[in-house]
């Protein structure tokens, strides 16, 4: 994330010298505890087949493991739960010929994920009738600041400093990064306000903002209710319009190519003969053309689109026959790689078939899929991700997936990458892909 985004998400508290060391630290604590994990992911034995987890975070696996006990086993049923919510809605909004805006589902459905990580009350969104369009046109006004408060941070100051409804007025997309904000807010003050009187507690079960209070790895001074209402609504933010993003793009494209849903389909038919009987993960790891489309997903849609600025503060770097002095800015952005032609020939072509054989092809081209980034400021949230997208789209695509049909969307207007946004953005009359569902056929 750049500099920007990272003193935006502060609040303002503080000078950038002090924000700088409050989110090294965040980072820090984060790499300490998931270290073990990493080793796991890029070691020599990495390659061995078995399951992903939903989660390699503090927050979710490592808490239910090792804080509670063991108690994760439990928590994968919830998991399962939330997939079952989504189906249940989809079927009913679609009862009656009725259109559904596939990126308002998504959304609903990575929304009640993270949230149910980040905070102790989660949207819980799956469980309202229909589904919500509010959180995901709030995440997108909080991505749709970055560019103007970029240019003109003192813009974010004066809004912060206004009164909510004066706000509102003056601009709605501040507004609603600000409301989401408070939200998070309040449950920060409550969380710290009952620190060491369990009793009192009004939250029960544990989540990123009751961690943060409790970890002993964190000064007491970081403990502020500003503090982690930014880790959480960073978290909120990533975790929510990343992936249901990707899953919009991958419905339109699975849908919109004949012959990738004939081949997804018959996978599914065959690795998950029972639609209504959710897949492990080690059952989703062993669907070589699902995770095909899956990283083909990834590459299409960009993941962060923006330019993520790095600077060598104290020393020049040499590239080729340039000197880049110490302290200046060097950027680009994940789109100039993912669709170069020299590494992925046809880039604006759906193509799973490209990462096939996945042990040879997939992983030549893994190492140039950067949508999650890479190195030391990679997204944390990669296999939580990851896990998302397989079991979505298994689940969804097993059960509608022969009966669902794209309508009145256009590649162009609806699922391209028109503006950089911080997150990729279509044109603003993007419809948000429209899918029905076709009467079956009677026997």
Sequence with gaps: MNRFMEYMLSGLGGSYVRLLVAVSLLF?????????????????IAHIPGPRFAALTFWN????????????TWKIAEYHKAYDKLCNRLSEQWAGGKAVVMMHAWASLTADVISGYSFPQGYNLLDTHGFDSEHYNAWMAFTAVCNPSRHFPWLFTIFNAMPLWVTKLTSNAF???LRERERLMAQAEIILSQRGKPAEKAFSGQSLLQALA???LLPEAEKTPERMTAAAQLAMGAGTLSTSNCLR????????????HAKLMQELMTCFPDPDMPPTMDELEKMPY??????ESLRIFYGVSHRLARVFPDRAIHYQDWTIPPGTPVSMTTIHILDNEDIFPEPYQFQPERWLPLDTNGQRLLRHLVTFGAGSRGCIGLELAKSEFQTAVACVFRRFGARMRLKDTVRERDVDTVYDIFNPAPSRKANGVLVVLEEEEEA
């Design 28 to 44: 820090a604590f984060l790499y300490i505890v998931y270290g073990a994990i990493w080793r796991l992911y890029f070691s020599p």
């Design 61 to 72: 696996e490592t808490y239910y493991d090792v804080v509670l006990g063991g108690k994760y």
């Design 175 to 177: 507004y609603m990064t």
């Design 214 to 216: 409790d970890t002993n």
């Design 249 to 260: 793009s991958a419905t339109y494209h699975i849908l919109a190519n004949p012959g990738v």
């Design 290 to 295: 699902l995770r095909a489309t899956m990283y």
